[in-house]
């Protein structure tokens, strides 16, 4: 997220918090579907969202935003995901990549 003050004095944000403080709905399709595999691979191992997030050393509520495809997760992000699920972070992009295409 990035913040900057408007000539009116107003905070101006940007980034996939933009979207959520200024009232708008846009999430990527990319995002949406990176989620959706997110959310896969944790229903595969018969995981909740909680467990994840401790494996991951996640906050719970950020993976779920991360599920939903409300944010867009870091690199740094996609590994700690990766790692907590116990497989490669190609994996979780290969499957994003070729779901998307």
Request: aromatic share 6%; hydrophobic share 35%.
């Amino acid at each position: 997220m990035a913040y900057t003050q408007r000539a009116t004095g107003q905070p101006d944000y940007t980034g996939s918090f933009a979207a959520r403080r200024n009232g708008g709905s846009k999430v990527s399709l990319l995002e949406k579907r990176f989620g959706q595999v997110v959310r896969e691979e944790r229903e595969k191992k018969g995981w909740s969202q909680e467990l994840l997030a401790e494996a991951a050393n996640l906050n719970r509520s950020y993976l779920g935003e991360i599920e939903r495809g409300l944010v867009t997760p870091s690199l740094v992000t996609i590994s700690k995901l990766a790692a907590g699920l116990d497989v490669a972070p190609s994996t979780l992009i290969t499957r994003w990549e070729n779901d998307a295409a």
